[in-house]
């Protein structure tokens, strides 16, 4: 079976902090993938990273980083500069290399910067 | 492109009520899928398809039956209401190649009284 786990519940910081929302999943498969969502107040569900198992290099984009480390199974988000606009709740996911992609979500992680 | 589309957005349902949830999408995915959101627990699975035809139940499947008779479309059914149900539900579409990313519907705001 698989499992995602967001130990942070929620986290709130004060705009322009640097902040890091953790992420370790359980799996037994070799081949997998990993994803990060956010999900706006609006509501909906945005796509931010796809990584999979075979590729532990850091990923950069603007003031958003991950780091995927196997040696742990975790993949942590890290926002640099957090801005106002960056509160919403992070979902980390996992589905495996099988016919059936079927999302294992992490139950979330409420992030509140204030101004 | 319309993505994914599902309606209706809001829904307010008595116990023992039937409805149907719909969810369409127009980008040609094989995969459609089904989940539900409850505060504090994430998304969990209830049914997915890997194609017209096919279908099977996720991790919370009971109290819902799915059906997939077109490539587009992969509708919700509940059969029988019950507050528990009450959720927000959100249907995705994805290539069949693991590697691809899931597109995901508004969401639908269930209230079962």
């Known amino acids: 079976a698989q499992k995602v786990t967001q130990a942070q519940t929620e986290i709130s910081v004060v705009e322009k902090e640097d902040v890091t929302l953790d992420c370790v999943y359980e799996t037994r498969d070799t081949t997998y993938y990993l994803f990060w969502y956010k999900q706006p107040p609006s509501g909906e569900l945005v796509f931010l990273i796809r990584r999979n198992s075979f590729d532990e290099q850091n990923e950069i984009s603007g003031r958003y980083s991950w780091n995927f480390q196997k ?45 | 492109n319309a993505g994914v589309t599902q309606t209706p957005k809001f829904q307010v349902l008595k116990t023992g009520q039937s409805m149907t949830l719909q969810c369409a999408q127009d980008m040609n995915h094989e995969y459609m899928s089904w989940y539900r959101q409850d505060p504090g627990m994430g998304l969990r699975l209830i049914h997915y398809s890997v194609g017209a035809g096919i279908t099977d139940q996720g991790e919370v499947p009971n109290g819902y039956n799915v059906s997939r008779s077109t490539t587009e479309d992969f509708p919700l059914r509940l059969l029988s209401a019950a507050p528990s149900q009450t959720s927000v539900y959100f249907c995705a579409s994805s290539y069949s190649s693991p590697a691809g990313e899931q597109f995901f519907g508004p969401g639908t705001r269930l209230t079962v009284l």
């Open chain 1, 71 to 115: 040696s742990t199974s975790s993949f942590n988000f890290t926002i640099t500069a957090s801005q106002v606009v960056d509160s919403a709740v992070y979902f980390c996911a996992l589905t495996n290399s099988g016919s059936a992609r079927q999302l294992t979500f992490g139950s979330g992680t409420q992030l509140t910067v204030l101004p």
